[in-house]
């Protein structure tokens, strides 16, 4: 089904290991985003990329970089993991067009302890 | 300081109620969506309204959108649990380029059967 797929659904890292979140979208959308979900914060949002090549930082990009490594691929690293990023990640994709929703994927739930 | 603020932030009612959730601005958007989500899944896009004064239905769904576009509303008819979940409003600023949608914290309805 085309959408937005997210890798790996659950995670738990150790204080100051590193990982990389994978997205991938199938839909030919030219921006993409990463979200973090936290209770009572609502979606905060990270990195995001408006086009191929490019990227910007969101409101809390401390302690992750992104990599867009195609139009397809939007990855999240977090290079020291720490407790306070313990949370729920989303990507999502959007055709460039504006008025034009979000496609999410279905999240990925990482724990750091 | 949340540029987008939804209220109420919690509600249960029993299954047959009517309910109306609010998205309030002080600033102004050329759309606003809302989305729905479920638990343990990304939120899913229900409808954008992109004229202020507008009115979309979907179902038992009614959405509005300000005449000033700060603002917009989502009013339930006869609730069923089917509709438990969060909802969350997101608004797109009018500004030049592929600028992020701005989203609200969230109201979390709880349908009692």
């Known amino acids: 089904n085309a959408g937005v797929t997210q890798t790996p659904k659950f995670q738990v890292l150790k204080t100051g290991q590193s990982m990389t979140l994978q997205c991938a979208q199938d839909?030919?959308?030219?921006?993409m985003y990463w979200y973090r979900q936290d209770p009572g914060m609502g979606l905060r949002l990270i990195y995001y990329?408006?086009?191929?090549?490019?990227?910007d930082k969101g409101e809390v990009p401390n302690g992750y970089n992104v990599s867009r490594l195609n139009k397809r691929e939007f990855s999240l690293r977090l290079e020291s993991a720490a407790p306070s990023q313990t949370s729920v990640y989303f990507c999502?994709?959007?055709?460039?067009?504006?008025?034009?929703?979000?496609?999410f994927g279905s999240g990925t739930r990482l724990t750091v302890v | 300081t949340q540029l987008l603020e939804q209220s109420p932030q919690f509600l249960s009612i029993q299954e047959g109620e009517n309910l109306t959730v609010y998205c309030n601005s002080s600033?102004?958007?050329?759309?606003l969506q809302w989305y729905r989500q479920e638990p343990g899944e990304g939120p899913v896009l229900l409808v954008t309204?992109?004229?202020?004064?507008e009115v979309k239905k979907l179902k038992r769904l009614t959405f509005q959108f300000g005449d000033a576009r700060k603002d917009s509303s989502l009013h339930i008819t006869a609730a069923q649990p089917g509709d438990t979940g969060l909802y969350l409003c997101?608004?797109?600023?009018?500004?030049?380029?592929?600028?992020?949608?701005?989203f609200g914290k969230g109201t979390r309805l709880s349908v009692i059967a």
């Open positions: 999502a994709s959007k055709w460039g067009a504006r008025d034009y929703g979000y496609t």
């Open positions: 839909m030919n959308h030219n921006s």
């Open positions: 990329s408006a086009s191929e090549g490019t990227t």
């Open positions: 600033s102004v958007f050329s759309s």
């Open positions: 309204v992109v004229t202020g004064g």
């Open positions: 997101a608004g797109d600023r009018p500004i030049s380029g592929n600028t992020p949608l701005v």
